[in-house]
């Protein structure tokens, strides 16, 4: 006999507290905030967060999920952005359903008024596609990002984003509570250098004077949002380096009636659709008695309560851990609505999750949005910020690990004056079967606080070189950063160098690869290096800078590196002598720089003659004309004494340092041969006709990567054809990136396939 422990927690309605509109709000963005949403009067904390961010200080609301935290940024930012015409403003953002969502209501407010239709909002991640991008650097005021792509995409061309950084005048940050340990830290600091970049671009060297934030002259102004906070005020000071944050926690949006119902799953015996009858009965707290000690898993148990509470006319988000989960629960979700007769019911339900084309996950969302689906099985993808409307219930698919993370996806359901209800479904964790037989450990205790430091050498190092590559750093400015010890240790290692007016990045002397590319020229098995398969792959440092002569260098020295490594082998292991070479091969039509390069490699002088660049019919030929004419003559004699006798020859000999270079280039190409060995390529992918435009592709392609993560691979490639726009679109949405590499097929008028791959 094993109890079945389930408590029921009732929180009573709260009644909404206004403030009232600003004086300075732009009237049209009123009028449309009325018409669009029918807000007729702010709520108290939506007020305050606006007037402080528009009286220039950096300001964090930290209210309960859906208490309209996204007016209190708007409100200003539109309104300054209406009323002068080269201002910008940047919204960051951790996912790209949040930043979609945000894109829509920003679209929405702006299309009916000349001045706020010119802001041009506009998106700006991966995937963005590549023929947009011009425009939008030079015509949107409203950019929607995310860190990797403000770190990758924009920091890393200050020039080209010299309008945006002029005319910056607010950054969003949304969902700032997620900004935390690692991650946090170096969110941290890429919005610090963002700041950085922004001040100095609107403060031109010998015209620097003192400003308001927000007016051009004293950089942008920050507004952050985050869930319910014990420390937000902290939190976004630490963020952004700055301690002057005004923290806006007073929440003033309604709630309706919330139900929260913690429960064990039920016995694996009971009957399949009890789960969510039993639930409805429940009023209080309370311990079942069930036969069998046999449990039903927490996917099972949550797709039967969501079964259930549709049934019942609850629409119904379910949250759980993984991927896999996901798929599982609304397909069983599905089948247990099919088997009760409500097939109708049955194809109203959907898996979101990371993944999925970006189509698609729009798809979704519009269609949870507006009622078109009735149930969602997802990951915590759609945990932050998107705007739904409309639910009556969340089941929560065990404790997502904290209580921030519960209580953001408790929040979307139920709005404003909505009653809603709430499952804690508890899984195998012991973590979770406390919470539900001790509730006040989850109901009382205050959320979280966000913990992170952007002082931590190994991750702060990286950011300031970074830094000094977009600008030098002045001495206030590593102050600022608080990185005096770790801007000595670059100096003495040499890559950053103490100049007049600050430090600037350097190369250190001595570095066999400054830029820390590794290429693999791979395309079948190479045994040199006890390869069982291989695939052309660039790889490189995340410090590391791709530029065009890093490229150029890192596959000339890769070209000889297999064959480096076997006479190493040979050298060390059969005491074989190599006094010197001939080389030949077309690589060598290029005159001495391979052949340096091959020296260097073999640390052996190599000779060239002029037909070294002729192929490999020259040398076929050579030994058939060596079968033919050789007269006994050994081989050696013969290409001496007939085949080179007149022939001009160079022979160059290794510089020790170069051959010192290369020796530890070779180390460093060892060390990577894990990621090429470790790399996965999907050689094929296809949906029936039949069966296409409806998402298969992207699943398809999503679970390959799983497979191919839980393979051990720490790399995915997959060739495709130039051209494809759609493929092109699927690949980009998954995540995978152009490498540069190409191939051309022997078929037909000749295909030509470009390489694509991505870090698993």
Same mark, same amino acid.
């Given at each position: 006999?094993?109890?079945?422990?389930?408590?029921?927690?009732?929180?009573?309605?709260?009644?909404?507290?206004?403030?009232?509109?600003?004086?300075?709000?732009?009237?049209?963005?009123?009028?449309?905030?009325?018409?669009?949403?029918?807000?007729?009067?702010?709520?108290?904390?939506?007020?305050?967060?606006?007037?402080?961010?528009?009286?220039?200080?950096?300001?964090?609301?930290?209210?309960?999920?859906?208490?309209?935290?996204?007016?209190?940024?708007?409100?200003?930012?539109?309104?300054?952005?209406?009323?002068?015409?080269?201002?910008?403003?940047?919204?960051?953002?951790?996912?790209?359903?949040?930043?979609?969502?945000?894109?829509?209501?920003?679209?929405?407010?702006?299309?009916?008024?000349?001045?706020?239709?010119?802001?041009?909002?506009?998106?700006?991640?991966?995937?963005?596609?590549?023929?947009?991008?011009?425009?939008?650097?030079?015509?949107?005021?409203?950019?929607?990002?995310?860190?990797?792509?403000?770190?990758?995409?924009?920091?890393?061309?200050?020039?080209?984003?010299?309008?945006?950084?002029?005319?910056?005048?607010?950054?969003?940050?949304?969902?700032?509570?997620?900004?935390?340990?690692?991650?946090?830290?170096?969110?941290?600091?890429?919005?610090?250098?963002?700041?950085?970049?922004?001040?100095?671009?609107?403060?031109?060297?010998?015209?620097?004077?003192?400003?308001?934030?927000?007016?051009?002259?004293?950089?942008?102004?920050?507004?952050?949002?985050?869930?319910?906070?014990?420390?937000?005020?902290?939190?976004?000071?630490?963020?952004?380096?700055?301690?002057?944050?005004?923290?806006?926690?007073?929440?003033?949006?309604?709630?309706?009636?919330?139900?929260?119902?913690?429960?064990?799953?039920?016995?694996?015996?009971?009957?399949?659709?009890?789960?969510?009858?039993?639930?409805?009965?429940?009023?209080?707290?309370?311990?079942?008695?069930?036969?069998?000690?046999?449990?039903?898993?927490?996917?099972?148990?949550?797709?039967?309560?969501?079964?259930?509470?549709?049934?019942?006319?609850?629409?119904?988000?379910?949250?759980?851990?993984?991927?896999?989960?996901?798929?599982?629960?609304?397909?069983?979700?599905?089948?247990?609505?099919?088997?009760?007769?409500?097939?109708?019911?049955?194809?109203?339900?959907?898996?979101?999750?990371?993944?999925?084309?970006?189509?698609?996950?729009?798809?979704?969302?519009?269609?949870?949005?507006?009622?078109?689906?009735?149930?969602?099985?997802?990951?915590?993808?759609?945990?932050?910020?998107?705007?739904?409307?409309?639910?009556?219930?969340?089941?929560?698919?065990?404790?997502?690990?904290?209580?921030?993370?519960?209580?953001?996806?408790?929040?979307?359901?139920?709005?404003?004056?909505?009653?809603?209800?709430?499952?804690?479904?508890?899984?195998?964790?012991?973590?979770?079967?406390?919470?539900?037989?001790?509730?006040?450990?989850?109901?009382?205790?205050?959320?979280?606080?966000?913990?992170?430091?952007?002082?931590?050498?190994?991750?702060?190092?990286?950011?300031?070189?970074?830094?000094?590559?977009?600008?030098?750093?002045?001495?206030?400015?590593?102050?600022?950063?608080?990185?005096?010890?770790?801007?000595?240790?670059?100096?003495?290692?040499?890559?950053?160098?103490?100049?007049?007016?600050?430090?600037?990045?350097?190369?250190?002397?001595?570095?066999?690869?400054?830029?820390?590319?590794?290429?693999?020229?791979?395309?079948?098995?190479?045994?040199?290096?006890?390869?069982?398969?291989?695939?052309?792959?660039?790889?490189?440092?995340?410090?590391?800078?791709?530029?065009?002569?890093?490229?150029?260098?890192?596959?000339?020295?890769?070209?000889?590196?297999?064959?480096?490594? #076997?006479? +190493?082998? !040979?050298? @060390?292991?059969? *005491?074989?002598?190599? &006094?010197?070479?001939? $080389?030949?091969?077309?690589?060598? =039509?290029?005159?001495?720089?391979?052949?340096?390069?091959?020296?260097?490699?073999?640390?052996?002088?190599?000779?060239?003659?002029?037909?070294?660049?002729?192929?490999?019919?020259?040398?076929?030929?050579?030994?058939?004309?060596?079968?033919?004419?050789?007269?006994?003559?050994?081989?050696?004699?013969?290409?001496?004494?007939?085949?080179?006798?007149?022939?001009?020859?160079?022979?160059?000999?290794?510089?020790?340092?170069?051959?010192?270079?290369?020796?530890?280039?070779?180390?460093?190409?060892?060390?990577?041969?894990?990621?090429?060995?470790?790399?996965?390529?999907?050689?094929?992918?296809?949906?029936?006709?039949?069966?296409?435009?409806?998402?298969? #592709?992207? +699943?398809? !392609?999503? @679970?390959?990567? *799983?497979?191919?993560? &839980?393979?051990?691979? $720490?790399?995915?490639?997959?060739? =495709?054809?130039?051209?494809?726009?759609?493929?092109?679109?699927?690949?980009?949405?998954?995540?995978?990136?152009?490498?540069?590499?190409?191939?051309?097929?022997?078929?037909?008028?000749?295909?030509?396939?470009?390489?694509?791959?991505?870090?698993?």
């Amino acid at each position: 006999m094993t109890p079945t422990y389930r408590t029921t927690i009732t929180q009573p309605p709260r009644p909404a507290v206004y403030g009232d509109w600003p004086t300075w709000a732009y009237p049209p963005l009123i009028t449309q905030l009325a018409d669009e949403y029918g807000i007729t009067r702010p709520y108290q904390h939506q007020s305050l967060t606006a007037t402080t961010a528009h009286d220039g200080r950096h300001v964090i609301v930290a209210t309960g999920t859906s208490s309209g935290k996204t007016l209190g940024y708007q409100l200003p930012t539109l309104t300054d952005l209406a009323r002068n015409p080269a201002a910008c403003a940047l919204y960051l953002t951790p996912t790209k359903a949040l930043g979609n969502d945000q894109l829509t209501a920003i679209l929405r407010l702006c299309r009916a008024d000349p001045a706020l239709a010119s802001i041009n909002p506009a998106p700006y991640d991966g995937d963005t596609p590549t023929e947009a991008r011009r425009t939008i650097r030079a015509t949107s005021r409203y950019l929607v990002t995310n860190p990797d792509m403000l770190h990758g995409g924009i920091l890393a061309y200050p020039d080209l984003w010299r309008r945006l950084l002029a005319n910056l005048r607010y950054v969003i940050v949304d969902e700032a509570h997620q900004y935390r340990g690692v991650f946090g830290a170096h969110v941290s600091l890429v919005l610090r250098r963002l700041l950085r970049l922004a001040r100095r671009t609107q403060q031109p060297r010998g015209n620097v004077r003192e400003g308001r934030r927000g007016d051009g002259v004293g950089g942008p102004v920050v507004i952050l949002a985050s869930a319910t906070s014990n420390n937000p005020a902290q939190h976004a000071a630490r963020l952004i380096g700055d301690l002057d944050v005004v923290a806006v926690t007073e929440d003033g949006s309604p709630r309706g009636r919330r139900t929260i119902i913690l429960t064990e799953t039920g016995p694996a015996d009971s009957p399949g659709g009890d789960a969510g009858e039993n639930l409805a009965a429940d009023t209080g707290r309370q311990a079942d008695v069930h036969p069998g000690d046999r449990r039903r898993s927490v996917t099972t148990e949550a797709a039967l309560l969501m079964a259930d509470f549709l049934v019942e006319g609850a629409r119904t988000l379910v949250f759980t851990k993984s991927r896999a989960g996901a798929e599982l629960i609304a397909l069983r979700a599905q089948t247990e609505l099919a088997r009760v007769g409500r097939p109708d019911l049955s194809a109203r339900v959907a898996a979101y999750r990371a993944g999925y084309l970006a189509a698609d996950r729009r798809r979704i969302e519009l269609a949870l949005d507006d009622g078109e689906l009735l149930g969602v099985a997802a990951t915590n993808a759609l945990e932050l910020g998107i705007d739904i409307g409309g639910l009556d219930a969340v089941i929560t698919a065990g404790f997502p690990g904290t209580l921030a993370s519960f209580w953001q996806q408790a929040g979307r359901a139920g709005r404003r004056n909505q009653a809603a209800t709430v499952v804690l479904i508890a899984s195998a964790d012991p973590l979770d079967a406390y919470l539900v037989h001790h509730p006040d450990a989850l109901i009382s205790r205050p959320v979280e606080a966000a913990v992170f430091d952007p002082t931590n050498p190994h991750i702060l190092a990286g950011h300031v070189l970074c830094a000094a590559l977009e600008a030098p750093l002045t001495d206030r400015e590593v102050a600022w950063f608080r990185a005096g010890p770790v801007v000595d240790r670059l100096v003495t290692d040499g890559w950053l160098r103490r100049r007049p007016r600050g430090y600037y990045a350097a190369v250190p002397p001595g570095q066999p690869d400054p830029h820390r590319v590794v290429a693999f020229n791979f395309l079948s098995g190479e045994h040199l290096v006890g390869l069982a398969s291989g695939r052309p792959m660039v790889v490189r440092r995340p410090e590391s800078t791709l530029s065009l002569a890093a490229l150029m260098r890192a596959h000339l020295f890769a070209a000889f590196a297999s064959m480096a490594y #076997g006479v +190493r082998v !040979l050298r @060390a292991n059969a *005491d074989v002598p190599i &006094d010197s070479m001939f $080389a030949h091969g077309g690589i060598f =039509a290029t005159p001495e720089i391979p052949q340096r390069v091959l020296a260097a490699a073999f640390n052996t002088p190599v000779s060239v003659g002029a037909t070294a660049s002729e192929g490999g019919a020259w040398g076929m030929a050579l030994l058939a004309g060596y079968m033919l004419w050789a007269e006994g003559r050994p081989l050696e004699d013969y290409l001496s004494q007939v085949v080179f006798r007149d022939m001009e020859i160079l022979t160059i000999a290794p510089a020790p340092e170069q051959a010192e270079e290369y020796a530890r280039y070779l180390e460093t190409f060892m060390r990577a041969l894990p990621v090429e060995a470790a790399a996965a390529e999907v050689t094929a992918l296809g949906v029936a006709p039949d069966h296409q435009r409806r998402g298969h #592709g992207s +699943r398809l !392609l999503a @679970a390959a990567v *799983d497979l191919a993560r &839980d393979d051990g691979a $720490a790399m995915l490639t997959v060739w =495709a054809v130039r051209g494809d726009e759609s493929l092109a679109r699927l690949l980009a949405s998954a995540g995978l990136e152009p490498t540069g590499s190409h191939r051309a097929l022997p078929v037909g008028d000749g295909i030509t396939e470009d390489c694509w791959a991505a870090a698993l």
